[in-house]
């Protein structure tokens, strides 16, 4: 990795390592490892390179999620979240697959699933105090956007890629949010209610 940090480099192995001991340990056989590449090219050796972009590269350093306690209303309107939405698939997406979807879930939908919430919790033998927290995320919340990976059939692309856009998809929408002054959290309550842990 000529003319790259040697603390990047240094990283980028000690992922390698990580992921490939990740894969091995899912006894996942190591022809469908797929490791991220990142490519530097010097601006001055590349004219066609993106201009630097300070204010973006001070956000992304100072960026942080806000407690879920602190997201009240306003919320985004139909066009802000569509911008917001339009600003989160444009994640890199190995072969144009789109493996995600977008479900906009407003107060109504929202508490709809609140209610659901305890009879689900019971049903997975799951403890009383989580139930009554997953309850109240759905319950307390004006509005969510669930992303669904949405792996597709391909010779091509392996699957895990395909559930790392996915995850790639959810970074993008909470930082959109938060670039557009939104406040954002991830959260996997609603996943976490549907499988034991």
């Not at 590269?57 to 569509?82: C, N, Q």
């Not at 190995?94 to 019971?122: C, D, N, Q, S």
């Not at 759905?138 to 790392?164: G, M, R, W």
Request: hydrophobic fraction near 45%.
């Amino acid at each position: 990795m000529s003319g790259v940090p040697d603390w990047i480099q240094t990283a980028s192995q000690k992922a390698t390592q990580c992921l490939a001991r990740e894969f091995l340990n899912a006894r996942t056989p190591v022809a469908t490892l797929s490791l991220p590449t990142y490519l530097y090219a010097n601006k001055t050796q590349d004219p066609a390179m993106p201009t630097p972009n300070q204010a973006a590269l001070d956000f992304l350093l100072t960026r942080r999620s806000r407690p879920a306690k602190t997201l009240t209303t306003p919320v985004p309107d139909r066009a802000t979240l569509d911008i917001l939405l339009t600003a989160a698939a444009r994640t890199p997406d190995h072969g144009k697959l789109e493996p995600w979807r977008f479900i906009v879930l407003t107060k109504p939908a929202l508490m709809r699933l609140a209610t659901l919430v305890p009879a689900r919790g019971t049903a997975l033998g799951i403890d009383a105090e989580k139930i009554t927290k997953a309850h109240d995320q759905f319950a307390n919340a004006d509005l969510a956007v669930a992303v669904i990976s949405s792996p597709k059939p391909s010779d091509k692309i392996p699957h895990i890629e395909q559930v790392y856009s996915a995850g790639a998809v959810c970074l993008a929408l909470v930082n959109a949010g938060l670039a557009a002054g939104w406040g954002q959290i991830g959260s996997q309550a609603g996943p976490a209610m549907m499988q034991r842990s």
